[in-house]
């Protein structure tokens, strides 16, 4: 615990825009079912995907950092490859 707590870093996410980075909440749907989710992407210790916090290791995070709105994703998941477009992008 000592360990994680001396490498975090604060992140002010009112500091930040853009394209998807680390404590973005971000709505997407899936291309195929046209059902819209929204998740926030947070730190591992963090993640609970019940309340719709990403793991910032999982796949469909890290298909979606560095995007942008508008833009599409496809995430490899063991049903098969999903593709998702990115609706928002909030800080």
Do not use: C, H, M, W
């Not at 971000?26 to 929204?38: A, L, N, P, Y």
């Amino acid at each position: 615990l000592e360990g994680i707590i001396s490498l975090a870093e604060v992140i002010d996410p009112k500091k930040l825009s853009g394209n998807v980075k680390f404590a973005a909440t971000v709505k997407i749907i899936d291309e195929e079912t046209e059902i819209e989710r929204t998740y926030q992407i947070v730190g591992e210790p963090e993640a609970d995907i019940e309340k719709n916090k990403l793991n910032i290791k999982s796949p469909l995070a890290r298909a979606l950092i560095g995007k942008e709105k508008g833009d599409s994703i496809e995430v490899k998941s063991p049903g098969g490859i999903k593709n998702y477009e990115i609706l928002s992008i909030d800080y």
